[in-house]
């Protein structure tokens, strides 16, 4: 009986034992991680342009169609990572833009090329995704606002998925929302303002508005300003913006050098799509807004491939076919070699090519009848090619550059042309600290 | 539209088997993929870049940037 019993002690032992190793393996000593500080993206770009033919001016080829910008643009993003308790990565990103322009059409959405030249906008965005390394699998949402340039307020919502395979594939979908309010700001000769009835006949009256809407009238009589009245500031109408994206994308790793991916854009924008200061001209001179369609489907789809060619030199390609309702058919063509001249330092020169068909309500000043439904001069829509070429420079270092903290310096400068006689040079910087 | 929209289609589900088929890499074999400048994607510093095509052209999208809205882009 003692023996019996020693037995049973000795298997129940036996048995807890080998249960309480089960638990030993299970608690693998890992610790969740709060959200620390990972990484300061700091981006900043000047943008320079020349041009003509501006919308405002229903593509006026003359002086008054000019169309030269200046933007200088700066973004902050701020990334937080931390693990939870089920071994998942979490990541909290904080952005903010804002961006200052100066636009010369701008100044032309009163006919007399007084009103405001230049503008700010200011975009913050949030997002925070969850990624589960041992099901390979990741999940995120975000949202966006903007305000811009007295012309836009925009409210955007974003949520993605993604799907590791076993052979180094990786599917992701995203869904994407913008919800746009467009502030119908008019050209001054658009805008009526009735507290001149009583002029004399011989004066001449001058209206003036600015780019928040406000309107004043000016009263000359043999060129001397003899009277004027300002506009209450109305409450500008607007009108609703929306556009749906569905982006469809595959990567793969097809070997120790290279790796591919194709990605596709399902797109539906409804609302006022066109702008409330862009003029049209009729080819009997009179003039008025554009009127676009309410609705506008667009499928981009683009492919990549990446190959590491050696021990130093990588290209990068990118192909990209576009398609609307509208008419509108695009191709585009990117190069990207970026060769290292030590593991830290890389020399990336780059060229872009970029072929559009004119939107079928397009036509350039003085050509649209009256008759029709649809028109528009605004040039982004017309029929022309564009070139990009330019080279970037990137350090990162082990030890950062010039400081621990800064480990990543890239610089690039760009010049873009079209054949609508649009020159642009930019220069931008990026500094990631970490 | 249409006729170039299948086409599109098939290019796209074509590209998706072919790429599907690749042999697999393992993790100590990723040094040249992990590169930073491998990445299939557009970079931090292109954003002024691909703003101003926005804005300046009548096509825009499946390049990770914008697809209209949210902007006074096309």
Request: proline share 3%; charged share 15%; net charge positive.
């Amino acid at each position: 009986m003692k023996k019996l019993s020693l037995s049973v002690i000795g298997m129940y032992l036996m048995m807890a034992h080998a249960f309480s190793q089960s638990s030993a393996i299970d608690s693998s000593g890992y610790r969740a991680k709060n959200l620390k500080l990972d990484e300061v993206n700091l981006v900043t770009s000047y943008y320079n342009q020349t041009a003509n033919k501006s919308a405002v001016m229903g593509g006026d080829p003359g002086p008054k169609g000019i169309a030269d910008v200046t933007d200088f643009a700066n973004g902050l993003d701020v990334k937080f990572v931390g693990w939870d308790s089920k071994q998942r990565k979490n990541t909290l990103a904080l952005g903010l833009g804002i961006d200052y322009h100066t636009a010369a059409s701008q100044a032309y959405v009163d006919s007399n090329g007084t009103s405001k030249n230049n503008g700010t906008r200011i975009y913050p965005t949030l997002s925070w995704t969850r990624e589960n390394d041992l099901k390979g699998t990741s999940f995120g949402l975000g949202a966006y606002y903007s305000a811009e340039h007295n012309y836009y307020h925009s409210f955007g919502l974003n949520a993605s998925v993604s799907k590791k395979n076993q052979t180094n594939g990786e599917f992701s979908l995203k869904m994407v929302g913008f919800f746009d309010k467009i502030n119908m700001i008019y050209p001054s000769e658009f805008y009526p303002v009735d507290s001149l009835k009583n002029a004399p006949v011989q004066d001449s009256i001058v209206y003036i508005t600015s780019a928040s809407g406000r309107t004043q009238a000016l009263v000359y009589n043999n060129g001397q300003l003899v009277g004027s009245n300002k506009s209450k500031k109305q409450e500008t109408p607007t009108k609703p913006r929306n556009t749906f994206t569905a982006s469809l994308s595959f990567s793969q790793i097809i070997s120790q050098r290279m790796q591919a991916s194709v990605e596709m854009d399902l797109v539906y924008q409804s609302g006022y799509l066109g702008l409330p200061f862009h003029r049209v001209f009729y080819n009997t001179g009179k003039d008025t807004i554009e009127t676009l369609p309410s609705q506008r489907f667009k499928l981009p789809i683009g492919f990549r491939l990446n190959y590491f060619l050696g021990d130093n030199i990588i290209i990068r390609t990118y192909y990209r076919f576009y398609a609307d309702n509208w008419g509108l058919v695009s191709n585009t063509f990117n190069l990207e070699v970026p060769v290292k001249i030590t593991p830290f330092f890389s020399i990336s020169p780059f060229y872009r090519f970029y072929m559009q068909t004119a939107a079928r309500y397009f036509a350039p000043y003085q050509v649209h009848t009256e008759q029709e439904q649809y028109f528009t001069s605004n040039y982004a829509l017309a029929a022309f090619t564009s070139q990009m070429f330019g080279a970037g420079i990137r350090l990162a270092p082990p030890r950062g550059v010039l400081m621990n903290s800064l480990r990543i310096f890239e610089l690039r400068y760009a010049h873009y042309s079209q054949t609508t006689d649009l020159n642009a040079n930019m220069i931008s910087l990026n500094l990631v600290f970490k | 539209m249409q006729k170039q929209s299948l086409k599109l289609w098939g290019l796209g589900i074509l590209a998706a088997l072919s790429l599907a088929s690749c042999k697999t890499v393992k993790e100590y074999q990723k040094s040249r993929i992990n590169d930073s400048e491998m990445t299939l994607s557009n970079r931090s510093v292109e954003k002024t870049e691909m703003s101003a095509q926005s804005y300046r052209e009548g096509s825009s999208g499946a390049n990770g940037g914008k697809t209209g809205g949210g902007c006074g882009c096309n």
